[in-house]
């Protein structure tokens, strides 16, 4: 098992890296919101790829993906982030292939496994 402190020296590590690309950046985003690995930005279309350049460029090590907005619509998390009209909604994301179908709690398995 690794370090107890690892999650705390990468969440150090990481936060020096944003400042870097929002203070390099020509263009700054909106909103950055991030929890652990995964972040929540919101930037200007035009400026997406040269912000994503930006903030690979500042480690080797380190390379960012992106997901952009699909039909305004974009998961975070456990989160379905929805624009419509200049209004911001959050709603519970649910993966396509969800269903709805819940094991029974009278159903003939066991309570621990």
Not at 70 to 79: A, E, P, R, Y
Request: net charge negative; glycine share 2%; with cysteine.
């Amino acid at each position: 098992m690794g370090s107890p402190v690892s999650p705390i020296v990468a969440n150090l590590c990481m936060e020096v890296v944003e400042e870097l690309a929002i203070n390099t950046s020509t263009v700054a985003p909106r909103v950055w919101k991030r929890y652990v690995d995964d972040s929540f930005v919101i930037i200007k279309k035009d400026a997406v790829s040269s912000f994503h350049d930006t903030l690979n460029s500042i480690d080797p090590k380190i390379a960012f993906t992106i997901e952009e907005e699909n039909n305004g619509q974009i998961s975070f998390l456990d989160t379905l982030v929805s624009r419509k009209n200049g209004v911001t909604s959050i709603d519970v994301y649910r993966k396509p292939t969800h269903t709805d179908r819940y094991l029974d709690f009278s159903s003939h398995h066991e309570l621990k496994h």
